[in-house]
């Protein structure tokens, strides 16, 4: 149906940057969202941003001014630009379709990535 490739993960240190991309394939007619997740150890995951067939963005708090989200439809591939890197942003960071129209498929789906360890140490 739909499948999800995430890389671009790794250690950093502080302040640094990373790019993480996660490309959807599989008989996509269509994808509304497309986004990013992350899970620390021992915390719930969270949005970290994400971005609509249409141009709307949205930025958790803690990131807004140093990730940015963007999207090329053609391709189904999504990217995390992430800089000013800080020890707290370490996670597991997981990408997200959702309402994505499958040729073939009645309804909507929804899929998750596998996940990519950002890690942000000295």
């Known amino acids: 149906q739909v499948q999800l490739v995430e890389s671009g993960g790794g250690l950093v240190h502080p302040g640094g940057s990373l790019r993480l991309s996660c490309a959807a394939s599989?008989?996509?007619?269509?994808?509304?969202?497309m986004g990013w997740y992350r899970q620390a150890p021992g915390k719930q995951r969270e949005l970290v941003a994400l971005?609509?067939?249409?141009?709307?963005?949205n930025y958790a708090d803690s990131v807004k001014g140093r990730f940015t989200i963007s999207r090329n439809n053609a391709n189904n591939t999504v990217y995390l630009q992430m800089n000013r890197l800080k020890p707290e942003d370490t996670a597991v960071y997981y990408c997200?379709?959702?309402?994505?129209?499958?040729?073939?498929?009645?309804?909507?789906?929804?899929?998750w990535g596998q996940g990519t360890q950002v890690t942000v140490s000295s």
């Open positions: 997200n379709v959702d309402r994505a129209v499958v040729i073939g498929v009645k309804g909507y789906l929804e899929v």
């Open positions: 599989g008989n996509i007619f269509s994808i509304y969202a």
């Open positions: 971005t609509t067939s249409v141009g709307n963005t």
